[in-house]
């Protein structure tokens, strides 16, 4: 009897067991996953945060480039420009260039809010702006580095610095919103057309590279660069290994450039390190075949800016092309680079370091290239559009640009005298010699 009374209760009790338990299981999985998505959360903000160290680490990769394909006498005011471009860049963005850029955009041409951080609302609200900002402020400042070399040696600094202030602070962060400006608050006309430009080819590169071309033209060649009858003369750089140092160096921070761009720690970054690695690997070998053919020796220099023309190309395309492609790409930029240093020099335009070929053409070419080769097919619609970008990327930057290096040069003035140039940047604008005891005036 009493086994037959305990059964009966066990038998009513189950229904109440299950559902503890269901409960309890229920309560578990969801545990789980809020700890899976805390992970994945805090993750993201690591990887994001290491890969905006890797492009900062890019800052000394331009400076010892560009040092390097330049005189002696002009390091110090190249190191300079570059400490300063950062440094008044991030302060430009902070203020200005951020809420341009990521801020609330109901016409889709520019950011209206967001600006000194604001959308950051202290310790207890969302701290990923905080990251996301750091991640877009290296990437501001590495546009405005881009135009220091093509200036090279013959700049005066007060205007330099204004340059690079309204570059982070206006230039590039207005593009910069119209095909970015949905990774935040905004949402710009161009992305909104389907425009695909993953890490930057125009955003970043070409922006700074056609800024460098409107500052060329504008300052002028350097003395002596182009003889009488207006033949080309060598002006060799001082240091091509600093200048192979600071390429191995800007290799590496774009790895935190492309796979960065993510945002995500998770596994579509592996193959974004691929692509930029065998497009860089092609383009320098191209570029060493190309230049060994046309000089009858490899160049160094060529083959150096060969390895950043693949960089540049794969930016655009690096998480929507395939490795075999990315291969194509990077060949493609390392022909094409060299090809256009020879070309612009020979319009004299004078460009030390081939800034202008480098991220202004070979970024034009990898935009063009990430839709072309696009692994989710492609189309007349899909061209056109990479089309527009790279258009309306030269036309803002270029145009924006020559108006402000006119305007600097017509007021305060662009451009040391040719005596200053003689003696040297350093010596005149900084009152400092790179290599003390050791430096001759040529």
Known sequence: MKKGIWAIALLLLIPTIASGVEEVASATINSNKDAIALLQTNLNFVWTLIAACLVFF????????????????SAVNIMMKNLMDFSMGSIAFWAIGFGLMFGASPSGWIG????????WTGPEGDQWVLAFWMFQCVFAATAATIVSGAVAERTKFTGYLIYSIVLCAVIYPIFGSWAWGSLLNGGGWLENLGFIDFAGSTVVHSIGGWAALAGA?????????????????AIPGHNIPMAAIGVFILWLGWFGFNPGSTTTGDSSIAMIFVTTNLSAATGSICAMFVSWIMFKKPDIGMSL????????????????????????????????VVLSVVTIDKMHIDDPVGAISVHGVCGAWGTLAAGLFNMGGTSSKIMITQLIGIGAAFVWAFGTAFILFKLIDMTIGLRISK??????????????????????LN
């Open 419 to 440: 005596e200053e140039e003689l003696l040297g940047v350093d010596i005149v604008e900084h009152g400092a010699h790179a290599y003390n005891d050791f430096q001759t």
């Open 112 to 119: 209206t809010d967001g600006f000194f951080l604001s959308g």
């Open 217 to 233: 033209i504008v300052l002028g060649p350097r003395l002596g660069k182009y003889g009488p009858k207006g033949e080309v003369r």
């Open 58 to 73: 890019m800052q000394a990769g331009f400076a010892m480039v560009e040092s390097g394909f330049t005189r002696a006498k």
């Open 305 to 336: 800016n060969g390895a950043l023309a693949g960089l540049v190309g794969i930016t655009a395309g690096c998480a929507n092309v395939s490795p075999t492609s990315a291969v194509i790409i990077g060949a493609i930029s390392g022909i094409l």
